[in-house]
């Protein structure tokens, strides 16, 4: 069963425009919140988090938003760039046993055309 | 330069044969992982090590093994692969077992494993 579910495999954006990722989580215990990006040939790279007690976290052209009532969080991109082109995993972590343990999602595979 | 090391990058095995994927990272983390990707499943994680001498079961353990004898390194061992072994493996650290949720994990590059 998915804890963590990123529901669309990919997204296409056109250069400038927003691009806008999804994910949404089931387990209520969960209280941080990361993406991380992935190029191909390459590890993912944290790119930027949020704990629970925030509902925005902004850096540079990258914004995540938290709404914990509906259990979900997106990432924004604003404006979109070919270099974003990649994979984005969503992941989710909370005390569990006194653990950080981070659950993943199934990843968005983002393109951004020129 | 701060990073996690992983060798080799590519591996193609037969079946049975033990094999060794090696990590190492140089940021004294105490944290680290393997992970596993395959399409349409994400990143699943193996097992995990929050120090030394401390390891313990992810997601999808069997038919693999871990050591943490020292801080930086942990490798990921094969005693028998089979073919549903062949992934990509991604090993991961962090500064704290807390922080793989305040920190973010670095991640190594990343071994393409095919066992035949």
């Known amino acids: 069963d998915q804890q963590v579910k990123q529901n669309s495999p990919s997204l296409s954006v056109q250069e400038g425009r927003i691009s806008i990722l999804n994910c949404d989580y089931t387990?209520?215990?969960?209280?941080?919140f990361l993406w991380y990006k992935k190029y191909p040939a390459e590890g993912p790279t944290f790119l930027i988090s949020i704990s629970s007690i925030k509902d925005k976290n902004e850096d540079g052209r990258f914004t995540v938003f938290l709404n914990k009532s509906a259990k979900h969080l997106s990432l924004h991109i604003v404006p979109s760039q070919p270099g974003d082109s990649a994979v984005y995993f969503c992941?989710?972590?909370?005390?569990?046993?006194?653990?950080?343990?981070?659950?993943f999602g199934r990843g968005t595979s983002l393109i951004v055309h020129p | 330069e701060a990073q996690v090391t992983q060798n080799p990058r590519y591996l193609i095995t037969v079946t049975g044969k033990k094999l060794t994927v090696t990590c190492s990272q140089n940021?004294?983390?105490?944290?680290m992982s393997w992970y596993r990707q395959d399409p349409g499943l994400g990143l699943r994680q193996i097992y995990y090590s929050m120090n030394v001498e401390v390891t313990d079961k992810g997601d999808v353990p069997e038919g693999y093994k871990v050591s943490r004898k020292e801080k930086r390194n942990f490798p990921l061992i094969l005693e028998s692969p089979s073919p549903n072994q062949t992934s990509l493996y991604f090993c991961a650290s962090s500064l704290s077992w807390a922080g793989g949720a305040n920190y973010g994990y670095t991640f190594g590059s990343g071994t393409r494993l095919t066992v035949v």
């Open positions: 387990n209520s215990m969960f209280d941080y």
């Open positions: 992941a989710a972590s909370g005390s569990s046993g006194g653990s950080y343990i981070p659950t």
């Open positions: 940021m004294n983390h105490e944290y």
